[in-house]
């Protein structure tokens, strides 16, 4: 078989997607998501004008050459662009490899390590009471996980918590907004909405918490340790990870479990952090991380050192990651937990898909290959639109992370 075209599909549905097709001279296609949010454009430049014709003629079977090919023979190597790139080329060709052997994505990987992927749900609300109605929703709906984000006294918006009744979501179009943040206020009151939240729903429910990047190690210590009665399933992003010693840090002081990985795009990005076990939970997605190729590679590694994966799965990712990311929770033997943030009707409309969720478990579904379709004439009606992710500054005007 043999690789005779590639298209790059820009479309909004919603929110952006790059979506790349990779056809065959025996009629197979393969799909692969290659969105980075806000830099859409910079992937699709990065395909079209460096990767495409690079690709034809070429066996699609030949998963690590071709991985090998992009990423060592590109000599610039890494980094977001790069690696999204590299990860829609090769999801799409593990779609082809499923579709020609007639086979789901999961058996290639190993084959099912068990019988359903377990996910979180966000809840979020403008105060607490509001984040624990949103809560007891998910729950309802069947969730056995859920990940808990509260408007915070004295700031006007903060991340993770819906503005209005609308899904959380947050790249808008036009250019950045701006959020103001205040670390003091923030750490006065997550602890209260945790010890709010256990006390409501008990000890089964997996609570879990997203700091997106936003405190110093020493700040994170201090709310792990204050977190610890109510047992997190874990804190994310606690610090900015690209100072691996900063976690370490945090682990000196606290129990609570740590997550991180979801800026990520190679495994030298995480090396520290898993062989030093400085992480429960590596975060990864497989469109940032040059697909399932190096992520099976970051997950085997991980699991040496007793972490597990937790794949980033926001609605960012097109359901073409989500379908990747659940072949691949399937199969590998150190799955945490799926981060499932469900997209929109339109979305979901464009990108056909065979996943499903029930009773707190996804499942990829049998079809062959990812099993997930573009329907390109529907997607044809929502054309790109430029949007960007906000920027934070601090009280006083200080550009802070966001
Ligand atoms: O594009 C940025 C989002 O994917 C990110 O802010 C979402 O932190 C996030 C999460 O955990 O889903
Ligand atoms: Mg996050």
Same mark, same amino acid.
């Given at each position: 078989?043999?690789?005779?075209?590639?298209?790059?599909?820009?479309?909004?549905?919603?929110?952006? /997607?790059?979506?790349?097709?990779?056809?065959?001279?025996?009629?197979?296609?393969?799909?692969?998501?290659?969105?980075?949010?806000?830099?859409?454009?910079?992937?699709?430049?990065?395909?079209? +004008?460096?990767?495409?014709?690079?690709?034809?003629?070429?066996?699609?079977?030949?998963?690590?050459?071709?991985?090998?090919?992009? #990423?060592?023979?590109? #000599?610039?190597?890494?980094?977001?662009?790069?690696?999204?790139?590299?990860?829609?080329?090769?999801?799409?060709?593990?779609?082809?490899?499923?579709?020609?052997?007639?086979?789901?994505?999961?058996?290639?990987?190993?084959?099912?390590?068990?019988?359903?992927?377990?996910?979180?749900?966000?809840?979020?609300?403008?105060?607490?009471?509001?984040?624990?109605?949103?809560?007891?929703?998910?729950?309802?709906?069947?969730?056995?996980?859920?990940?808990?984000?509260?408007?915070?006294?004295?700031?006007?918006?903060?991340?993770?918590?819906?503005?209005?009744?609308?899904?959380?979501?947050?790249?808008?179009?036009?250019?950045?907004?701006?959020?103001?943040?205040?670390?003091?206020? #923030?750490?006065?009151?997550?602890?209260?909405?945790?010890?709010?939240?256990?006390?409501?729903?008990?000890?089964?429910?997996?609570?879990?918490?997203?700091?997106?990047?936003?405190?110093?190690?020493?700040?994170?210590?201090?709310?792990?340790?204050?977190?610890?009665?109510? $047992?997190?399933?874990?804190?994310?992003?606690?610090?900015?990870?690209?100072?691996?010693?900063?976690?370490?840090?945090?682990?000196?002081?606290?129990?609570?479990?740590?997550?991180?990985?979801?800026? /990520?795009?190679?495994?030298?990005?995480?090396?520290?952090?898993?062989?030093?076990?400085?992480?429960?939970?590596?975060?990864?997605?497989?469109?940032?991380?040059?697909?399932?190729?190096?992520?099976?590679?970051?997950?085997?590694?991980?699991?040496?050192?007793?972490?597990?994966?937790?794949?980033?799965?926001?609605?960012?990712?097109?359901?073409?990651?989500?379908?990747?990311?659940?072949?691949?929770?399937?199969?590998?033997?150190?799955?945490?937990?799926?981060?499932?943030?469900?997209?929109?009707?339109?979305?979901?409309?464009?990108?056909?898909?065979?996943?499903? /969720? $029930?009773?707190?478990?996804?499942?990829?579904?049998?079809?062959?290959?990812?099993?997930?379709?573009?329907? +390109?004439?529907?997607?044809?009606? #929502?054309?790109?639109?430029?949007?960007?992710?906000?920027?934070?500054?601090?009280?006083?005007?200080?550009?802070?992370?966001?």
């Amino acid at each position: 078989m043999k690789i005779t075209n590639a298209t790059v599909n820009v479309c909004s549905p919603g929110r952006n /997607f790059v979506t790349l097709k990779v056809e065959t001279d025996e009629g197979l296609y393969g799909l692969g998501d290659g969105t980075l949010n806000g830099r859409e454009l910079a992937v699709v430049s990065y395909l079209t +004008e460096h990767v495409i014709s690079c690709l034809i003629g070429r066996d699609p079977f030949q998963t690590e050459d071709i991985w090998q090919y992009l #990423y060592r023979g590109g #000599y610039w190597r890494r980094g977001p662009v790069t690696m999204a790139a590299i990860g829609a080329v090769d999801m799409a060709l593990w779609d082809i490899k499923g579709k020609a052997l007639n086979t789901p994505v999961y058996n290639l990987l190993g084959g099912r390590s068990r019988n359903g992927v377990l996910v979180y749900a966000h809840a979020n609300g403008a105060d607490i009471e509001h984040t624990i109605d949103a809560v007891a929703r998910e729950i309802d709906r069947g969730y056995l996980a859920v990940r808990a984000q509260s408007g915070i006294p004295g700031l006007d918006s903060t991340y993770g918590v819906a503005k209005g009744n609308k899904p959380y979501e947050p790249a808008e179009r036009g250019l950045p907004s701006e959020s103001l943040w205040s670390t003091e206020k #923030y750490l006065q009151h997550t602890p209260k909405l945790f010890e709010r939240l256990r006390k409501r729903f008990g000890p089964d429910v997996h609570l879990l918490h997203d700091c997106h990047h936003r405190l110093t190690p020493i700040e994170a210590a201090r709310l792990g340790k204050e977190l610890e009665p109510f $047992h997190l399933f874990w804190m994310e992003d606690p610090t900015p990870a690209e100072l691996a010693e900063g976690l370490g840090i945090i682990r000196q002081h606290t129990t609570t479990p740590i997550a991180v990985g979801e800026v /990520f795009n190679t495994i030298w990005d995480a090396k520290i952090l898993i062989e030093k076990q400085w992480i429960d939970y590596i975060r990864m997605t497989v469109a940032h991380a040059g697909g399932l190729t190096h992520l099976k590679k970051v997950a085997d590694f991980a699991a040496l050192h007793h972490i597990r994966t937790g794949c980033h799965g926001a609605t960012d990712l097109s359901p073409v990651s989500m379908a990747a990311a659940l072949h691949f929770g399937l199969a590998v033997h150190n799955l945490g937990i799926q981060e499932h943030m469900p997209h929109s009707a339109e979305t979901d409309a464009v990108f056909p898909h065979g996943y499903s /969720f $029930h009773g707190g478990y996804m499942y990829p579904g049998d079809e062959p290959g990812l099993g997930v379709d573009l329907d +390109e004439k529907l997607a044809a009606k #929502y054309p790109y639109q430029r949007a960007y992710l906000p920027i934070n500054r601090k009280l006083d005007g200080t550009l802070f992370d966001w």
